[in-house]
């Protein structure tokens, strides 16, 4: 089994930043692909990004240029450095890692972003 914590959700004004990291915990052997999705209010759960552990991210075009994800290998941890946040980035954010055949999430971060 997997654990995923995250933290770092707030609420912040457009035009601010904020951090989400998800620290990976358990039996982490294998652990593959990280990926961030976010799933607004009446919406479906979407990828935001995602980073593989030889070092390929991938976006979501909504996100490209302001949203960086990244990764501490020794503390199974990844982020996401979400710049230039606008109301239409208020979701609940969800870290998934896959790891030996099995999808795991953690249990959501709320960001919400005023106008």
């Known amino acids: 089994q997997v654990q995923l914590v995250e933290s770092g959700g707030g609420l912040v004004q457009a035009g601010g930043s904020l951090r989400l990291s998800c620290v990976a915990s358990?039996?982490?052997?294998?652990?593959?692909?990280m990926a961030w999705f976010r799933q607004a209010p009446g919406t479906q759960r979407e990828l935001v990004a995602s980073w593989s552990w030889g070092g390929t991210t991938d976006y979501a075009d909504s996100v490209k240029g302001r949203f960086t994800i990244s990764a501490d290998n020794a503390k199974n941890t990844v982020y996401l450095q979400m710049d230039r946040l606008g109301p239409e980035d208020t979701a609940v954010y969800y870290c998934?890692?896959?790891?030996?055949?099995?999808?795991?999430w953690g249990q959501g971060t709320q960001v919400t972003v005023s106008s």
């Open positions: 998934n890692a896959y790891c030996r055949g099995n999808d795991y």
């Open positions: 358990g039996n982490v052997f294998g652990l593959g692909i």
